[in-house]
């Protein structure tokens, strides 16, 4: 491995993407630095705690004692994105017009700029270059 190479601070590895190339992300504050979630158009991405089949891991970040093991999900259906509530801890999803609170079980669309709390983390929901919404 060069001796300049990126490493994840967070797991060591060295198989990093470039935040520009996800297809959406989820962006938030770990404490001490900024994190970016890339989030994939193929499949869904399960956003939780301590679990090793997730996408976005909030188990380092500060509230994430509020997240569950399997919180919630996000994933492209069509060509709009959705997050499912997964667990029982909020999931609201803020915006200009307002907030949409999403009950456990429910499903609703998110758009790029919404403000996404799961449990008492909030995370910045953005549309990458990959895929855009229809409109």
């Not at 504050?29 to 089949?53: C, K, M, Q």
């Amino acid at each position: 491995m060069p001796r300049d190479a990126e490493l994840c601070d967070e797991c060591g590895s060295s198989a990093l993407d470039l935040v520009g190339h996800s297809e959406a992300l989820l962006i938030g504050d770990a404490g001490d630095r900024p994190a970016a979630f890339g989030l994939s158009a193929d499949r869904p991405n399960v956003i939780g705690r301590a679990t090793p089949e997730l996408a976005v891991d909030l188990s380092r970040f500060v509230g994430g004692d509020s997240v569950h093991r399997r919180h919630a999900q996000i994933e492209l259906r069509g060509s709009d994105w959705s997050v499912t509530h997964l667990g029982r801890n909020p999931v609201v999803i803020s915006r200009a017009e307002g907030t949409v609170v999403v009950q456990p079980g429910a499903t609703d669309w998110l758009r790029s700029g919404d403000w996404l709390q799961i449990g008492r983390i909030r995370l910045r929901f953005v549309i990458g270059r990959g895929v855009r919404p229809k409109g």
